[in-house]
């Protein structure tokens, strides 16, 4: 078995994401998320996940769709993405390599990796590959610092990471 | 101590609510369902329960600041955002029992009035996020969640929400403007949450551990967890999560008021490579740092109050000798230079601030003003000057760092080159983004 386990992200061009709306499935999944809250702001946060979920990042196109699905201000949807470090505001590859930069990882050897990964991609945090496969980002504090260093790969948590666990995890991500 | 909190730890299936009817759980909710919730929050303050996400502030004690004449609704919130570097504790819990967070959620609800409880776990934490959707989704098919819960006539039902990346919004308030879809920007106290919370309603927001504590003193007794640890004050079972420079990181359930020595030697199997200590942060990356000759202190509340610093929420970051402490004063202002949300001038200059200049004596640049300037910054950005206390979070390393560590950050400055005059920089900037973290 392969240490990688991750699935590639769906990532949308931008042109597809100009003008969007959502489908079926999307709806019923809307509705879902509203009726956990007393307003329709609330659901603001999920909404943007399912968004990104769905096309990988999240275009001005879809703040505003959104905007309008929760009869919010685009201004105030604009304001909540750009304030939250996660919502991905362009178009990324189709890994997210996140590696932890806090003190616990780097006391166990993050910037090691952090040097590794931008040698062997060839780009530093915050690119993505020209192959669009990887982008790469250094983040804040993960919360498993028990296993560091940490890195996060879309969903998924690699612990106790080592360059050679690394490199193996690199060839596994397709 | 017989684990209580990572009691299921390795044993196969302990997240599914069958492992956990098997060990006795949710016989705890049943007893307090039966009870007054006034004598439910009597008790989990005879317990001498103190909040483990960091402030230490008996739980019991806020649960009583509801108000319970009122006809809103009310509101329990479980902060599950751990953020705080150097905490990794309740993924423990969420990965090991996460049916144990659950029951307490359920009780706690049931002892302020509420009928709604939302969990609000960190966007990282995709996992954790699955793992309790899933035990929601069992412990309604089984009738502990819903309405008329074991026909007792009592509703709760319990929603996720992710977060999206943003230390501040373990902040109480932060997160309550997280949940209603806003910026994770803090609200001024008072009012406090229990008074005028989410969607303006009463609303208490507990730690993750805290309320796993809850349904283990229900079943006990109060007297029971107040036996186990130092004292009433600084009772029950505690988690400790060890990362840094140990052999054994991990986390380790002991009695409240273990000696670091004791987590950090005996369990966590001492410093890496046979090196000597030079320093551990006692509760997180925002309690001031403390030297290796505090290292028998008892790891409770009061003690490390009393050695200057703060137990918060019990991740201890272990530096062997070899650790540069400019450097690690360095990495945890990039930190909350970042995580800043930018409110309050003091705290979103401040920490900026600061950052440049340790980087700028690390570059080899430092003048023997500036640990002046730190200090100063460290003393006009904390207490009570902002609104929430991120300013105190990124003050107190700096004040400790300076205070056990000066010589290190004057030996950067005797060897310092001055810089050319026109790189100084005159304003301070955002120094790793860009405008709005893009």
């Not at chain 1, 499935?25 to 999920?46: D, F, N, S, V």
């Not at chain 1, 806090?102 to 780009?123: D, F, P, V």
């Not at chain 2, 369990?267 to 509760?283: D, V």
């Not at chain 2, 003050?395 to 205070?403: D, E, T, Y």
């Amino acid at each position: 078995m392969t240490l990688a386990r991750t699935r590639p992200l769906t990532v949308a061009p931008p042109d597809t994401l100009a003008d969007v709306s959502f489908d079926e499935a999307m709806e019923a999944r809307i509705e879902e998320i509203l009726a956990k809250y007393p307003t329709r702001q609330a659901a603001l946060l999920p909404l943007l996940w399912l968004c990104q979920d769905r096309w990988g990042w999240i275009s001005p196109g879809v703040m505003r769709a959104v905007a309008a699905r929760l009869d919010l201000a685009p201004a105030h949807v604009a304001g909540v993405v750009t304030f939250y470090t996660m919502y991905q505001t362009t178009p990324p590859g189709k890994y997210l390599l996140q590696v932890c930069t806090t003190l616990s990882c780097q006391l166990c050897g993050t910037s090691g990796l952090a040097e590794h990964l931008r040698e062997k991609l060839g780009i530093g945090f915050g690119e993505t590959t020209p192959d669009g496969r990887f982008t790469l980002l250094d983040v804040q504090c993960l919360g498993a610092c028990g296993e560091a260093p940490v890195i996060q790969v879309n969903n998924d948590y690699y612990t106790g990471m080592t360059p050679e666990k690394l490199d193996e995890l690199l060839d596994g991500l397709q | 101590m017989k684990p209580i909190l990572l009691r299921a730890r390795g044993e196969e299936n302990s997240r599914s609510i069958n492992t956990y009817l098997r060990l006795g759980g949710y016989a705890a909710l049943k007893r307090a369902l039966i009870m007054d919730p006034a004598d439910v929050r009597e008790e989990v303050k005879n317990s001498g329960l103190r909040g483990r996400g960091g402030a230490g502030f008996p739980a019991g004690v806020k649960w009583g600041f509801v108000p319970q004449s009122t006809t809103r609704p009310r509101y329990l919130i479980c902060n599950a955002d751990e953020s705080e570097p150097g905490t990794f504790k309740d993924r423990e819990i969420i990965h090991t029992e996460p049916h144990m967070l659950l029951e307490g959620i359920i009780i706690a609800s049931y002892a302020i009035g509420a009928n709604t409880a939302y969990i609000y776990i960190r966007g990282e934490f995709w996992t954790e996020a699955e793992i309790l959707e899933r035990a929601i989704a069992e412990a309604c098919r089984k009738k502990y969640l819903g309405k008329d819960i074991l026909r007792t006539g009592f509703d709760i039902d319990i929603h996720v929400h992710r977060g999206a990346g943003a230390y501040i919004c373990g902040e109480e308030t932060a997160l309550i403007e997280s949940i209603e879809g806003k910026r994770g920007q803090p609200r001024l106290k008072p009012p406090f949450p229990a008074v005028v919370g989410l969607f303006g309603c009463p609303t208490v927001v507990n730690n993750v551990e805290t309320l796993a504590c809850v349904p283990h003193i229900i079943e006990h007794g109060a007297e029971w967890f107040a036996g186990i640890g130092r004292d009433v004050r600084n009772s029950g079972p505690k988690l400790y999560g060890v990362s840094g420079h140990v052999e054994k990181p991990g986390v380790y359930e002991l009695p409240m008021g273990t000696t670091f020595r004791e987590i950090i030697y005996e369990h966590a199997g001492g410093i890496r490579g046979g090196k000597k200590l030079k320093a551990f942060i006692p509760g997180g990356s925002s309690c001031p740092v403390l030297p290796a000759d505090r290292v028998d202190i008892p790891a409770d509340f009061d003690s490390v109050a009393e050695a200057g610093s703060m137990l918060g929420s019990g991740g201890i970051i272990v530096m062997d000798e070899t650790v540069d402490m400019v450097w690690a004063l360095e990495n945890l202002l990039t930190f909350y230079a970042h995580e800043s949300c930018g409110q309050c001038t003091p705290c979103r200059e401040g920490s900026d601030w600061a950052l440049d200049i340790v980087r700028r004596i690390r570059a080899g640049h430092g003048q023997p003003r500036d640990l002046e300037a730190l200090e100063r910054i460290s003393r006009h950005a904390s207490q009570g000057m902002t609104i929430c206390p991120l300013g105190d979070a990124f003050c107190g390393p700096i004040a400790s760092f300076l205070k056990h560590f000066r010589h290190e950050f004057e030996d950067y400055i005797a060897r310092a080159e001055p810089l050319p005059p026109k790189k100084l920089p005159v304003l301070p900037v955002r120094s790793d983004r860009g405008p709005f973290g893009i």
